[in-house]
């Protein structure tokens, strides 16, 4: 089988340095926008009317051109379903147009296109796979691309892959190796194709090959690459295009918006479904009433069209409009810092939490490394104590420029039994060097230090104060500097740090010395394979867990002498896996592991990681608000304990209980998990990620019981998966909702999961806030997010929608009561402008300042977070407040249908209009008085400027209000009579039974006082 058939039946893909390739490309053009200026009105009116309640409104109205169904004007039935079109519609084409024009800026950049015959520009949107392009430094780079040549003789260049990945760190590419020394126009010429697989999600690994006609080939990997949509961060380069549109990888990790649906708009849809339900029995029941006739189906609808008030289509406005100002109110809270709401659908979410799943590393913590202490075979050294300038001269002595601060190998490992200073050289040197961090130049002028991860940079920095300088690094050597002078190493391979190896490599030449060092470090439990001395082994095992136990991040360092046939014989082996189109990474590190063996043990690090600012206050009010607290972590479980009592998780009267090292159904069966303990509540428990994966498989249900009993869960050695799983374990077995809160891009998965994700802007980059509901600067602020903004929108919603439904429901009972008063006619008792106005121009500025209302001031919130208890279960909206409203409802409007008749028993219909509309408005101005609990000037101006409206109107509206019967004195006071008895008992009694049984947040704040 010759190779083009052999990469046919792989699905491999082949790409020409001429350009030429065998299969049509998706197109560049980036397009999010949802509609066309064509079928935006079609689309649009689609997507509304799948929803059952538009569709049902929609049929209300189409219903009005037909005769026989006709009981009003049309007017009545279009103008509100027209208006909600119009005031979602508006915002629908906004969004679109702002999508539209992001989109058309990305599209219409210009880059360089390298050709044979010279430089063109070329658009973004035109850009295709095979072309050659030219990148400037702090360009966007639009297409997924192959790294070919780079203008630094080094090959390297960096990028910054924050819109792609969130991670704000810098990342080195390098160029293949082939193209790099080559001229431009010559990489048109030469006899080289680019093998690659088809497209896939995964932004952290890539496999491909460069291979000339000549049977020469090069394996190609992540190191390669330029990923679309990240930046060029130094430098210029030249890449070729591999993959484009839809195909690159951030299109393909691309995220809808989060489109989770709160607890209290199910709970509004519910109740919205039982009001529909009870529209059809009413009107049932009025056709009951009247008599079955032949005509019993029109009269039937008639009712049901006179009844569709019950069902208020304001609602979602409303509720929409409310959620937009409590995010701009936390968008522009400078006591949350910069905090974002990016999902503005669920900000009354914050106010029902009952579980906060928090990471620990950047979150808790400030992802802040410095290096407290160092351990090695024989000595141990405290930086807080240690003079560095005795350490310095230990180091500096045996700095001899004939001697790799290694020296004689066999004389150093004897001395090392009795000093410890070749070992703290060694030590040194390695950390100066086994990592990915390389010297950059501040924009002050000043050197800096750019990698992955901070613990790098503390590592190395701590070298530096020792006197070992990581002076310069390229993609092929290192320089070192101490007081002796400079010394080059070459780096022949490297092996980055992943999750899965928890370890990080690199192989260096000195030439000074002729010597193949290899140096290895990593996590403990990985590294105590690789020492050869049993003795060293368990020495680093004892410090490690020391250290742990004092809350440190510990990483073990080893080093090992290769020979020259030696790494001959790894490089060919390496080489040959690299090359491998197939299970690449499977067999690079079977490679690895060949000299991963018999390592010389150096010794441990212990780096702290700084508590975030106030992060014990804030735990502390959280569980005093009644929020459950999990910490989720990779760490081990001593750091995760240390963490955890640091914190404040773990409070004096607490004891740990650990789950760890169990495996089988059986251990987990005899563990505690499954047994009643009353000593619960008092229990921290601590469960490992080999436990808990058994534990979610086979009682799951048990170990959220018992976990929620707890005062607080530790999850440690936990993996992004599970972090997921967690959440979703307590979405399934419990009824609460579930937040989580994390900095990282390990923490998406459990971010988005959750019912409220809440990411962290810090150090480990933005894709953890980028994915969240919510995001804030810092742990510190998730108190008065949660306490403060949380609680105040749900309370806010709830009575918001109380009164629209008992808006729609009170005046649904006044047409009832006409209807059957007046020999079950079929007729509306409001028409036209009236019901129009009642549900806009009358009520809505003071219904809507519903949400300006406060129960406590801040300050009370803040000293009393026990406050947060009363609206966790959601209790000021469910069927027993709403059936309250309800029947508040049902009283209001039979006190003014039937005093209406009483008190002006021979008016004519027109009058009856305005009586009973005249004592409506009053009532619920007045019932929103009621409601209001700490009153400012928008409040006051909504209830004056309403009353005004309706006054100025009654001359205007000639049709619906007779003057003369107007302006008489009677009408007067037996309106503002026909008010006070629909409003006044109610008010009063609600008056008396706050002062007799206050309700639980007064009681709570009483008894704190």
Not at 190 to 217: C, D, M, W
Not at 231 to 239: E, H, I, W
Not at 614 to 637: H, Q, Y
Request: hydrophobic share 40%; proline share 3%.
């Amino acid at each position: 089988m010759d190779l083009s058939q052999h990469l046919a039946n792989q699905n491999y893909r082949t790409i020409h340095l001429s350009g030429k390739i065998a299969y049509k490309n998706p197109s560049n053009s980036v397009k999010n926008t949802k509609y066309t200026l064509f079928n935006f009105i079609f689309l649009f009116l689609y997507y509304q009317f799948k929803q059952p309640m538009n569709f049902f409104f929609l049929a209300i109205a189409l219903s009005q051109f037909y005769p026989p169904f006709q009981v009003g004007f049309l007017f009545t039935y279009i103008a509100p379903l027209v208006f909600v079109l119009v005031v979602t519609m508006s915002k629908e084409a906004y969004d679109d147009f702002l999508r539209w024009k992001r989109d058309k800026e990305v599209n219409s950049q210009l880059y360089v296109r390298e050709t044979l015959t010279g430089n063109q520009k070329i658009e973004s949107s035109e850009i295709e796979v095979g072309q050659i392009l030219h990148i400037m430094h702090g360009e966007r780079i639009p297409a997924d691309m192959i790294l070919l040549k780079t203008h630094d003789e080094s090959g390297t260049v960096f990028i910054k892959t924050d819109q792609l990945d969130g991670e704000t760190d810098w990342k080195l590419r390098k160029s293949v190796v082939m193209t790099q020394p080559m001229e431009v126009r010559s990489l048109f010429t030469l006899a080289a194709s680019i093998v690659i697989k088809p497209p896939e999600r995964n932004i952290y690994e890539f496999t491909g090959k460069i291979q000339q006609h000549q049977g020469i080939e090069e394996g190609l990997g992540l190191e390669n690459t330029l990923w679309a949509n990240t930046t060029l961060a130094s430098g210029s380069c030249t890449g070729i295009v591999i993959y484009t549109g839809k195909e690159t990888r951030s299109v393909m990790n691309s995220r809808e918006p989060s489109n989770k649906i709160g607890t209290t708009d199910k709970e509004l849809n519910n109740l919205s479904i039982c009001l529909v339900i009870l529209m059809l029995v009413i009107a049932f029941f009025l056709l009951s009433l009247s008599g079955f006739t032949e005509n019993s189906t029109v009269s039937l609808i008639r009712y049901v069209l006179l009844l569709t008030n019950i069902i208020p289509i304001s609602l979602r406005v409303n509720m929409d409009l409310a959620k937009i100002f409590y995010c701009y109110q936390i968008s522009n809270d400078e006591n949350i810092g910069k905090a974002k709401p990016r999902n503005r659908t669920i900000p009354e979410e914050l106010g029902r939490i009952h579980y906060l799943l928090t990471d620990k590393t950047g979150t808790l913590t400030k992802n802040e490394m410095v290096l407290k202490v160092v351990s090695l075979e024989n000595v141990t050294f405290n930086s807080d104590e240690v003079n560095m300038t005795e350490m310095r001269d230990l180091i500096n002595k045996n700095l001899d420029s004939n001697l790799h601060p290694i020296g004689d190998w066999e004389v150093k490992k004897k001395k090392r039994k009795r000093e410890p200073d070749f070992a703290l050289r060694d030590y040194a040197t390695a950390l100066a060097m086994c990592n990915n961090v390389t010297p950059i130049k501040e924009e002050n002028g000043e050197k800096g230090l750019q990698a992955s991860s901070p613990d790098e940079i503390a590592l190395v920095r701590f070298a530096e104060e020792i006197g070992i300088e990581l002076y310069k690094r390229t993609s092929k050597k290192i320089i070192i500097r101490t007081v002796k002078g400079r010394d080059s190493y070459m780096i022949l391979n490297i092996f980055p740090f992943t999750s899965a190896s928890k370890r990080m490599g690199i192989i260096l030449y000195h030439k000074k010395t002729d010597r193949i060092i290899f140096y290895l470090k990593g996590a403990d439990e990985v590294i105590k394979e690789k020492i050869a001395s049993n003795v060293a082994q368990t020495k680093m095992i004892e410090d490690c867990e020391t250290y742990a136990m004092e809350g440190l991040r510990t990483l073990a360092i080893t080093q090992r002498i290769l020979t020259k046939d030696e790494y001959d014989e790894f490089k060919k082996n390496y080489d040959k896996a690299a090359a491998s189109m197939d299970n690449r990474d499977d067999m690079l590190r079977k490679v690895i592991d060949t000299i991963e063996k018999n390592m010389d043990y150096l010794g441990v690090t212990g780096v702290e990681d700084k508590l975030q600012d106030g992060v014990d206050k804030v735990i502390s009010k959280l569980n005093s608000g009644g929020i459950k607290i999990w910490m989720l972590t990779g760490d081990k479980v001593e750091t995760a304990k240390c963490i955890a009592i640091a914190t404040g998780l773990r409070k004096r009267e607490n004891k740990f209980i650990e789950l760890t090292g169990l495996r089988s159904e059986n251990d987990i069966r005899n563990s505690i998990l499954l047994k009643d303990d009353p000593e619960n509540p008092n229990y921290v428990l601590v469960i490992d990620g080999q436990t808990l994966a058994s534990v979610l498989q086979y009682f799951s249900k048990e170990f959220v019981k018992f976990a929620s009993n707890c005062a607080g869960v530790v999850c440690c050695r936990v993996s992004p998966t599970q972090k997921s799983q967690i959440v979703e374990a307590l979405q399934k077995e419990t009824i609460f909702r579930v937040c989580a809160i994390g900095d990282g891009g390990n923490d998406v998965g459990m971010i988005q999961a959750a019912h409220v994700g809440i990411g962290v802007e810090g150090k480990e980059g933005h894709q953890a806030s980028l994915a969240a509901d919510f995001s804030i600067s810092e742990f510190k602020f998730l108190a008065d997010l949660v306490l403060w903004h949380g609680r105040l929108s749900y309370l806010r919603t709830a009575k918001l929608a109380n009164f629209v439904f008992h808006r729609g429901m009170i005046i649904s009972v006044i047409q009832i009561l006409f209807i059957v008063l007046f020999y079950y006619s079929a007729i509306p008792i409001y028409n036209g402008y009236l019901m129009f106005g009642y549900s806009t121009a009358f009520t809505s500025l003071p219904v809507f300042a519903l949400i300006l209302d406060v129960d406590f001031d801040r300050k009370s919130i803040d000293g009393y977070p026990i406050l947060y208890r009363t609206v966790q279960l959601g209790r000021a909206l469910n069927m027993t407040r709403f059936f309250l409203w309800m029947f508040k409802s049902v009283y209001q409007g039979s006190a003014i249908m039937l005093l209406s008749l009483i008190l002006f028993p021979h008016d004519n219909f027109v009058n009856v209009v305005a009586i009973t509309f005249s004592s409506l408005i009053l009532t619920e101005l007045l019932n929103i008085f009621s409601q209001i609990q700490t009153w400012n000037f928008f409040m006051v101006l909504a209830e004056l400027l309403s009353l005004f409206v309706y006054v100025v109107s009654i001359v205007f509206l000639k049709g619906y209000f007779d003057l003369r019967f107007i302006v008489r004195a009677d009408f007067f006071w037996k309106v503002l009579i026909i008010t006070a008895v629909a409003w006044l008992p109610l008010h009063m009694t609600k008056v008396i039974k706050e002062k007799i049984w206050p309700p639980k947040n007064r009681q709570i704040q009483d008894y704190n006082n």
